[in-house]
């Protein structure tokens, strides 16, 4: 019993200490530097204008027809809107930063009802809402407010929502609603909506014209975001097709966006690919003549692999995939994984895979079902924190 005691405690003060680096961090990076893609976006929303004003050289951004653009997708500049108009009202300052912050938090909170209906305990559902936000990829993710991050961030908030709505009230044009909202924020994690509909055709209980029904309910706002996103593109770019990604000024001239020939490249970064060791100079006089150098590991371009970054979702292979909800998980990762590995790049300087967070949201669910009884052990907690505590070291080796 004095164990579950303190491993209570320990969650929450692991929990107050990494949300204030998450809001410190934000901050800070948003005053010292200048990310704000969507706040300028929104800002044109709100001016009736597609393009940037105002452009920053830590932002990418698209050239075109003499005018910039973000790439991105534009859901996080309309949730941005009424709070940038009235700080342009009051003539203050809005950092996007505050909305990544929320989003984070959001995430934290659904993942831990998520848990809950699947009927873990209140303090195991913390351990792995924890463990979804700061013991994985994610971690990194929401530390810096840069605008791709941030469309990351928010669209796998929504597909929490469409997750937690499927568990529960399972509304299809709910379902599709947030799919939708995802999709606006970045188009591969708007892919997810492929597990709801696998679910709707597999599903025994369904017949027919159920099945049908639901799937009208859930692609109609879908359908219709398809075709929002497609005028969007074309009123920027004149093209239906075009969202200006080939056409960011970072993009290296002759290259494809997808190409099989990634795949070996991405697998290796994704999946093996660890952390650096040097070596640097021990400053304390007595102790060098013993150890004259110090090891010391970093994470080098482009990031160490997933599990070494998200060890807990190990676990995911102890799964019963004799579930129909676990196979339909794993289909849609595979399926999302594989076009990943055809991108041409493995992302920025990160910490681990960033594009993982896409289907991180599937993977939580089959951790969820790995776990068995419902129950953390002291080993899996101790993990989670474990892990936190070490992003957050190559988080620092990375970035500062």
């Not at 970045?186 to 597999?202: A, K, Q, S």
């Not at 795949?263 to 004259?292: C, G, W």
């Not at 150098?293 to 160490?304: C, D, I, Q, S």
């Not at 676990?326 to 960033?354: A, D, E």
Request: net charge positive; glycine share 4%.
């Amino acid at each position: 019993m004095e164990h579950r005691h303190y491993s209570s405690k320990l969650i929450l003060i692991f929990l107050i200490i990494f949300t204030s680096l998450i809001l410190i961090f934000n901050l800070y990076i948003n005053v010292i530097g200048d990310f704000s893609g969507y706040t300028e976006l929104a800002r044109s929303f709100i001016n009736k204008r597609l393009y940037l004003v105002h452009t920053s050289i830590q932002e990418d951004y698209v050239l075109y027809d003499g005018k910039y653009y973000l790439h991105q997708g534009p859901t996080p500049a309309i949730l941005l809107i009424p709070f940038v108009f009235i700080s342009d009202l009051f003539k203050a300052p809005f950092y996007q930063s505050l909305l990544h912050v929320f989003v984070f938090l959001g995430a934290l909170f659904i993942c831990f009802r998520i848990s809950k209906s699947f009927k873990y305990n209140t303090k195991d559902s913390l351990y792995l809402a924890y463990a979804f936000c700061l013991a994985s990829v994610y971690q990194s993710i929401s530390v810096i407010p840069i605008s791709s991050y941030l469309s990351q961030s928010v669209g796998v908030f929504f597909v929490l929502l469409a997750i937690y709505e499927f568990l529960g009230k399972k509304r299809y044009f709910v379902i599709g609603f947030f799919s939708a909202l995802a999709l606006a924020s970045r188009f591969i994690t708007g892919l997810t909506i492929m597990f709801f509909i696998f679910e709707i055709f597999l599903n025994p209980k369904y017949r027919l014209r159920e099945k049908f029904a639901k799937l009208a309910s859930l692609s109609t706002p879908y359908v219709l975001m398809v075709f929002v996103l497609m005028i969007y593109n074309y009123l920027r770019f004149g093209n239906f097709l075009d969202s200006g990604y080939t056409k960011v000024t970072s993009f290296p001239t002759g290259n494809s966006l997808f190409a099989f020939s990634n795949i070996p490249m991405n697998f290796y970064y994704y999946f093996i690919k660890t952390f650096e060791v040097s070596f640097v100079e021990n400053r304390n006089i007595l102790i060098s003549k013993l150890i004259p150098k110090l090891p010391f590991l970093k994470v080098v371009e482009p990031g160490t692999s997933f599990f070494v970054v998200s060890p807990i979702f190990l676990s995911v292979f102890r799964a019963n995939f004799k579930k129909r909800i676990v196979r339909l998980s794993l289909l849609t990762i595979l399926i999302i994984v594989t076009i990943l590995f055809t991108y041409y790049s493995p992302g920025w300087t990160q910490v681990g895979p960033r594009y993982m967070i896409d289907v991180l949201p599937f993977l939580f669910l089959l951790l969820l079902y790995s776990i068995k009884p419902r129950q953390l052990s002291i080993k899996i907690k101790f993990v989670i924190l474990l892990s936190s505590l070490f992003n957050f070291y190559l988080f620092l080796s990375v970035f500062l």
